[in-house]
């Protein structure tokens, strides 16, 4: 068989065998440390108080319309490591929008990237977002973030209806 | 946004070579299903070839094999070997005045979004694209006829 093609093969099977490992659940408190650290370590920016913050506001209240899903080796013993995390709400816009799933952040432990854990948690948000009643699902990522931007795209995302606008206040 | 005709042919013969990694397509195959000449269609496998995307078999059956990883290879990479995304015109009069600025600046906007749409995109993202517009019912005209 041509390399390329077992090669393919050997990296699709090892990801869809890490997809099934992987287990996604609402985010709890004791996850919060490490999604404090994984973000910090990520951005390279600790942000403790915002963390806790946005636990309070999204994995506790109004949860029929606010996720914070976690992602975590299936394999091993619940809450010994969050290796991703996604969150998103049902917003309703502006503008006579009809309301929207709208994801906010999203992030994947660098060592267990490209192992379909993203594709898991944007599956998982997909489905909240379907059993809450929206059939749309909408995020913003900066234009030169590439990375994001390609993950998104391979997701099946699609330029939506709106054009973001800003102005410098002097 | 219009790409020139050379951009769009090695867009279609990626997309043909990434659909079918490891199995090689002769110019003529890729030809008739887009219509295009094999003169044509020469002359854009060479750049392909030259920037490593695709290899070229030789012998009965030769023809080109895709060489890139369509999960990294983006349509700017390739829109970029035939054509400049950039509206700017290089050492116009007309551009350095104030109006020449300030449509530049509207200019480098669209062509900023136009950048970031095409490099966003592997080849892998399209090939789940033309998956839904097949899905969708949309059939190639000459594979119909030769199957
Ligand atoms: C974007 C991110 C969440 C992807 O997570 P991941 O677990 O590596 O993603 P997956 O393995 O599920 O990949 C799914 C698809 O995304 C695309 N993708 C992921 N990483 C990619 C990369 N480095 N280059 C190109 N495409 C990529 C691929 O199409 C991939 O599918 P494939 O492997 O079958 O080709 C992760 O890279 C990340 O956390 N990035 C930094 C944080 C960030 O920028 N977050 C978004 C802003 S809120």
């Known amino acids: 068989m041509d390399s390329a093609v077992s090669n393919a093969k050997t990296e699709r099977v ?27 370590h990520v951005t390279k920016i600790a942000k403790a108080a915002y963390w806790n913050d946005i636990f309070r506001r999204y994995g506790r209240q109004r949860l029929n319309e606010r996720f914070f899903l976690v992602a975590e080796d299936g394999a091993q013993r619940s809450g010994s ?19 929207c799933g709208w994801v906010f952040a999203l992030s994947v432990e660098p060592r267990a990237r490209l192992a379909g854990i993203g594709s898991a948690l944007f599956a998982a948000i997909s489905e909240e977002f379907k059993k809450a009643g929206v059939n749309k699902m909408r995020t913003m990522v900066a234009r030169d973030s590439m990375l994001p931007l390609q993950f998104f795209r391979s997701e099946g995302m699609m330029a939506g209806p709106y054009l973001q606008l800003e102005k410098d206040l002097e | 946004m219009k790409l020139q005709i050379s951009t769009r042919i090695a867009i279609f013969a990626v997309l ?56 990294r290879t983006t349509l700017l990479d390739v829109v970029q070997l035939f054509e400049e995304l950039t509206s700017a015109e290089p050492d116009s009069v007309a551009d350095a005045t104030p109006e020449g600025q300030a449509l530049v600046q509207i200019l480098s906007e669209i062509d900023d979004i136009a950048r970031a749409t095409l490099g966003s995109i592997t080849i892998a993202t399209m090939r789940k694209l033309v998956d839904r517009q097949e899905a969708a019912g949309i059939r190639t005209k000459v594979a119909k006829k030769s199957r």
């Open chain 1, 81 to 99: 490591g969050v290796l991703g995390f996604i969150i998103g709400e049902i917003r309703a816009w502006e503008f006579g929008s009809t309301p």
């Open chain 2, 16 to 71: 043909e070579l990434a659909a079918r990694e490891g199995h090689q397509l002769s110019v003529a195959d890729i030809g008739e299903k887009y219509d295009i000449s094999s003169h044509h269609l020469a002359k854009v496998m060479n750049v392909l070839h030259r920037a490593g995307l695709v290899r070229s078999v030789r012998g009965a059956g030769g023809g080109y094999q895709f060489s890139g990883n369509a999960r």
């Open chain 1, 14 to 40: 090892a990801k869809a065998d890490a997809a099934d490992a992987v287990r996604v659940r609402r985010v709890r408190a004791a996850d919060v440390p490490h999604v404090i650290d994984l973000d910090a």
